[in-house]
């Protein structure tokens, strides 16, 4: 399977989103770029070296293109067509050709995100959202087992990827950073050769999280974001949710008062403000009962919806 060499001048497309898979291409010589145009404006996905494989994905699911890829650089690569690599895969073990075949419709998904996510950029949220995107592509391409067999991926690489190579504000992706690890999404650790790394204990929350973004924001909601004396009522019913034998939980208001202790004159505030859960949804939802306002809650999904409502305020409030 020696494949066809080709060269391109720089700023030459290899192929473009919506191509038809024709193969894979290995850079021998030097430099492709990979990216998604977005209303106009270029969102560059990754930079593949000499050494590296493009084009891989579409072999396995012979899908149309996800990306466009171009040469930041003169570059000589080599063509292997899709025939060619289907002699190849005659000789491999069908396992594998089925897990490969899993991972690469796993990229797209993360591709199709980040190009979704790409829509209302400037908006602090919509900018986090787009992080998490490349977040996920980045586990993907760049993650590790460590000694426990757990995927990390090294810090400084991380940041590498994310500010010179997707050419991120830095004050922004260390922001981004450190939203996720103080709340636990990210946690420190090492990897095999005793490098600062990240781990992330739940990686679902890089699906989940825009998906309780989209479920928030269909009703509407008078704020983009819980305020801190409603987070603190979230915690709170996150708290004593548990301690109810019912589920879904019924906790009043004044359970919740007695539990952040709030001074009185305060009290008429926060109860009006108790209209923004509303738009929480079924994990937590506003009533009026005999004991006066209370929330219903669920108590398996309180806690994520909490951590999630914590993350949204600081993403909102920030910078991005």
Same mark, same amino acid.
Request: overall charge positive; some cysteine.
């Given at each position: 399977m020696a494949g066809v060499a080709k060269i391109y001048k720089t700023g030459d497309f290899v192929f473009k989103a919506g191509d038809r898979?024709?193969?894979?291409?290995?850079?021998?010589? !030097?430099?492709?770029?990979?990216?998604?145009?977005?209303?106009?404006?270029?969102?560059?996905?990754?930079? +593949?070296?000499?050494?590296?494989?493009?084009?891989?994905m579409a072999l396995f699911d012979k899908k149309n293109r996800s990306a466009s890829v171009k040469a930041s650089l003169p570059s000589e690569v080599t063509h292997i067509t899709v025939t060619?690599?289907?002699? @190849? #895969?005659? &000789?491999?073990?069908?396992?594998? +050709? /089925? #897990?490969m075949g /899993?991972?690469?419709?796993?990229?797209?998904?993360?591709?199709?995100?980040? =190009?979704?996510?790409?829509?209302?950029?400037?908006?602090?949220t919509q900018n986090a959202l787009r992080l998490l995107a490349i977040l996920? #592509?980045?586990? /993907?391409?760049? !993650?590790?087992?460590?000694?426990? $067999?757990?995927?990390?991926?090294?810090?400084k690489n991380l940041e590498a990827v994310l500010i010179d190579s997707l050419h991120e504000n830095p004050t922004r992706v260390h922001a981004f950073?450190?939203?996720?690890?103080?709340?636990?999404? @990210?946690?420190?650790?090492?990897n095999l050769r005793k490098q600062a790394a990240w781990i992330m204990p739940n990686r679902a929350f890089l699906t989940q999280f825009p998906q309780f973004f989209a479920d928030f924001q269909k009703g509407n909601p008078p704020t983009p974001c819980l305020d801190v004396a409603m987070l603190e009522v979230i915690?709170? %019913?996150? /708290?004593?949710?548990?301690?109810?034998?019912?589920?879904?939980?019924? +906790?009043? *208001?004044s359970q919740i008062i007695s539990e952040i202790k709030i001074e009185s004159e305060r009290i008429p505030e926060l109860s009006r403000s108790l209209e923004i859960f509303n738009f929480t949804g079924?994990?937590?939802? @506003?009533l009026k009962t005999s004991d $006066? &306002?209370?929330?219903?809650? %669920?108590?398996?999904?309180? %806690?994520?919806?909490?951590? *999630?409502? =914590?993350v949204l305020a600081a993403f909102t409030l920030h910078s991005f």
């Open positions: 898979p024709d193969g894979m291409y290995i850079v021998r010589k !030097g430099q492709l770029q990979v990216f998604l145009d977005q209303g106009g404006k270029r969102v560059v996905l990754a930079t +593949v070296p000499e050494g590296g494989i493009i084009g891989e060619d690599f289907d002699g @190849l #895969l005659k &000789q491999i073990p069908k396992w594998f +050709v /089925t #897990l /899993t991972l690469s419709i796993r990229l797209r998904q993360t591709n199709e995100r980040l =190009h979704k996510a790409e829509v209302g950029g400037g908006v602090p996920d #592509l980045i586990w /993907t391409k760049h !993650g590790e087992k460590d000694e426990k $067999g757990k995927i990390v991926v090294n810090k950073l450190k939203i996720l690890a103080e709340s636990e999404v @990210l946690m420190s650790t090492s915690k709170a %019913a996150a /708290t004593l949710a548990p301690k109810n034998p019912y589920d879904p939980a019924l +906790v009043p *208001f079924k994990a937590c939802s @506003l $006066g &306002q209370t929330l219903k809650i %669920a108590k398996n999904d309180i %806690a994520r919806l909490s951590k *999630f409502h =914590h």
